[in-house]
């Protein structure tokens, strides 16, 4: 066996491998020796089938993947052994490679093209700037929170009258034009939302009720929608829109949502670990809570400006027709994507690779390393929270974590927290050595700059 590399470009070569009969004849013929003790053929014993009709009819098949597995396993192992930095992953030379006869041929050349990777030294240093935006927090935005917070905590009380923001409950009855109750009419339960009446006369006929009063109405003047109407009384849209008759309401029940009140209990029940004993610290600890929240927003445009950046700085060519072939022979079979459509698609492909070059390479620079233990620690920062220290607490969660990460089953979890680590561990990388040029902002402009908002 002999395998070669021949440089045509600096992003282009082709590895050539060749293969004697020495190197996959006694293999093909141990995988046919085990045919032969299963081979169950008409005429002969079972096991006792001649080696030449085994030969005769199963060697071509076996020849031809045992050369498919040595070609895989020889064109990788060169790549790794030579680190040979290569964009995607080998293709046939259609140009060098000949049709192979494996019927009558006992030498076989296969040729293979390669993208390379640029040379490049990235160089990570104050010349190149990249902003990075602090969401100020607001008084408003702290004062929403705590409005939506008593809101979520809050109880529901039954009150004696109604009130604009409460709830009734109760049955509705169709009347004729004389005011009586039709016969074989409609009739339905339903509640109203009062603050939702858009009828402001019928809406101040709903305010002061209680319990067994009897409200007359037009439920489609009352809500001037005939798809809420047709859901209050369980009838179609278009009787709805048509609907002429009054109809009496008997209220049955009355329910109010009272918000929770801003007190030591409140902020104990959104933050359990802390002690909180006044409204400023509550308002101190939302805030912290918030910037930690919105860290992941700017942390992410942050990284996206440094790749910006970089890919602006350090321009630099690929081997892009072959990528471009790349990518129509290894997409998913039940998705095929044709050459035309690799076109319109190709810049922005183009941009995530050459950022994944410029990643790795500063990954390798800058010596950013993740191990195993690194990321154990951090699921056992995750399970145990402010646990730590309890000895006993944490004997379990160590034992968990152990098993979680030994599972299959999570292995895709586990390289989403390795990810996770990298990202943060790039992003030191960048902080350390760019020139971060830290911007307050708004939510609102954060907002319109992170989703090209205007």
Not at 273 to 290: L, M, N, P
Request: glycine letters at 4%.
């Amino acid at each position: 066996m002999n395998v070669t590399k021949e440089n045509l470009t600096d992003l282009m070569a082709v590895i050539k491998i060749e293969l004697v009969k020495d190197d996959y004849e006694p293999q093909v013929n141990k995988i046919l020796k085990d045919y032969q003790k299963q081979a169950d053929m008409p005429g002969f014993r079972p096991g006792k089938v001649p080696f030449s009709l085994i030969v005769k009819k199963y060697r071509t098949a076996v020849l031809v993947d045992e050369i498919n597995k040595i070609i895989s396993n020889e064109l990788f192992k060169y790549i790794e052994d030579n680190d040979l930095k290569v964009l995607g992953s080998p293709l046939s030379d259609e140009e060098r490679q000949k049709e192979i006869d494996f019927d009558e041929g006992e030498n076989f050349e296969f040729y293979f093209d390669v993208a390379l990777a640029p040379e490049i030294d990235v160089v990570l240093d104050n010349t190149i700037a990249v902003p990075k935006y602090d969401i100020e927090i607001s008084d408003e935005m702290i004062k929403n929170y705590i409005t939506e917070t008593q809101s979520r905590l809050g109880t529901v009380i039954e009150p004696e009258t109604s009130e604009i923001n409460d709830y009734l409950y109760g049955s509705f009855v169709q009347l004729d034009e004389e005011g009586n109750v039709l016969e074989k009419g409609i009739t339905k339960s339903c509640t109203i939302a009062i603050d939702t009446v858009a009828g402001k006369t019928i809406q101040k006929k709903l305010i002061g009720v209680k319990v067994g009063d009897v409200i007359s109405f037009n439920p489609m003047k009352a809500m001037k929608n005939e798809t809420e109407v047709a859901t209050m009384l369980g009838i179609t849209k278009e009787i709805a829109k048509d609907l002429k008759s009054e109809f009496n309401y008997t209220v049955e029940k009355i329910t109010r949502h009272v918000p929770a009140e801003l007190n030591e209990e409140l902020f104990a029940k959104v933050f359990p670990q802390d002690s909180i004993h006044s409204v400023a610290e509550f308002e101190d600890r939302i805030k912290q809570d918030a910037k930690i929240s919105f860290s992941a927003d700017t942390d992410r445009i942050f990284s996206r400006d440094v790749m910006e950046a970089l890919i602006k700085k350090y321009e630099f060519p690929m081997a892009d027709e072959f990528l471009k072939r790349w990518i129509v022979a290894t997409a998913d079979q039940q998705k095929p994507i044709t050459a035309e459509q690799v076109e319109k698609v190709y810049d922005q492909y183009a941009k995530g690779m050459r950022w994944q070059i410029l990643e790795a390479l500063i990954e390798k620079k800058y010596e950013v390393k993740i191990t195993k233990e690194d990321v154990r620690a951090h699921l056992m920062e995750l399970f145990l929270g402010k646990a730590a220290g309890n000895k006993e607490v944490e004997d379990r969660a160590s034992e968990f974590v152990d098993k979680f990460m030994a599972n299959e089953d999570n292995k895709q979890q586990v390289k989403s927290v390795y990810d996770h680590l990298i990202e943060k561990a790039l992003q030191k990388v960048y902080e350390d050595n760019l020139l971060v040029d830290v911007k307050p902002i708004t939510y609102e402009d954060f907002v319109k700059i992170a989703y090209g908002q205007n």
